[in-house]
């Protein structure tokens, strides 16, 4: 298959490497002269890719026109705030039918809209896919055993895109539950912010798993009024990406949140990171959506007021412990 991949940070050139090994015809396009200039030079010296190298046939470039010839599956690879506008960079040369995947976790902040969305109000013509799971580009680059999910419209295009990443170590499993795959893998990285705040802190195992457990209680809650499925959120994009998340050392949210707790500033903490930390985008769209669905996120609610009122992470951390007391899911009645 003849695959682009738009966007040349970690997560799209290790993509591009585990798509060029499984014998694809692969073009990672990045609107940045020196990315491009860079990975061009250093194919066996990857900057935040350690030990991986870049096959020789995987083609980087900045001609966004000629990437976007007559391929069979566009890979949407940016960083959440820049999709709507690479999504505008590509319309003019995105055929009728065209398959995307997007791959970028997050919800823009302006509209509340997912990324898919956000691609199927930019690309009409095109036919969107979503995938997502516990997936560090540090280990797929390796070729670590990881397993994802793709989310699609339809199961033939979701089939057509599980069988061109699926590989001895990259399992794809599929779903037709698009929005519940997007919720989770959005909204798992604020509740990451907030697990790496408690570590930063010098808290426990307990303290982060009790966090991990409420945090998917939220992301269920909401993601099912929202239409997602309750059985997506106990998967691979729901507890599976929440769990390596918080709890990884490549986990860029789980990272910055570890500073914050240490008492850095939210600025100090993103240039320690050097990466983009995509809850930090998402928090205020995730505190929006519960405002807008009705629905109780106490540690995302806390989390925003760290990030973006100046509230101490100690304080946070005790004011969700404080809480008033209550039953841990409302649905289970008592004989």
Not at 101 to 127: F, M, R, S, Y
Not at 168 to 177: A, G, H, I
Not at 228 to 250: I, M, N, P
Not at 309 to 321: I, N, Q, R, W, Y
Request: charged letters at 20%; one cysteine or more.
């Amino acid at each position: 298959m003849k695959v682009s991949i738009l966007g040349a940070g970690t997560w799209g050139t290790a993509l591009s490497i585990l798509l060029a090994n499984n014998g694809h015809e692969v073009a990672l396009w990045s609107k940045l002269s020196h990315e491009v200039e860079a990975l061009n030079t250093n194919r066996t010296n990857l900057v935040n890719l350690p030990g991986a190298s870049l096959p020789k046939q995987v083609i980087v470039t900045k001609d966004l026109e000629e990437v976007l010839k007559e391929p069979d599956l566009i890979v949407f690879s940016v960083a959440s705030p820049f999709v709507r506008s690479t999504a505008k960079l590509a319309a003019p040369f995105i055929k009728k039918g065209q398959r995307i995947v997007n791959v970028a976790k997050g919800i823009e902040e302006a509209t509340l809209d997912t990324l898919a969305n956000v691609l199927k109000t930019e690309l009409p013509q095109a036919d969107i896919a979503v995938m997502s799971g516990p997936s560090h580009a540090e280990e797929v680059s390796r070729a670590i055993p990881t397993t994802c999910v793709v989310g699609a419209s339809t199961k033939e295009t979701a089939v057509m895109i599980q069988d061109i990443f699926m590989s001895e170590n990259f399992r794809v499993y599929t779903s037709p539950d698009m929005i519940g795959i997007e919720l989770g893998g959005s909204l798992k990285n604020v509740i990451a912010l907030a697990a790496g705040v408690a570590d930063g802190l010098g808290f426990g195992d307990n303290t982060k798993a009790a966090l991990m457990t409420r945090g998917i209680a939220e992301i269920a809650r909401l993601g099912m009024k929202m239409g997602g499925k309750y059985q997506t959120f106990a998967g691979l994009s729901g507890v599976g990406d929440l769990f390596v998340t918080c709890s990884s050392r490549h986990s860029r949210n789980r990272n910055a949140g570890f500073f914050i707790g240490q008492g850095y500033s939210v600025e100090e903490a993103l240039k320690k990171v050097n990466q983009a930390v995509e809850g930090v985008y998402s928090a205020k769209a995730a505190l929006a959506l519960a405002k807008k669905y009705e629905v109780e996120m106490p540690i995302v609610e806390q989390i925003n007021l760290v990030l973006f009122e100046g509230k101490s992470a100690k304080t946070a951390v005790s004011d969700l412990l404080l809480r008033d007391k209550t039953q841990e899911y409302m649905v289970l009645e008592w004989n």
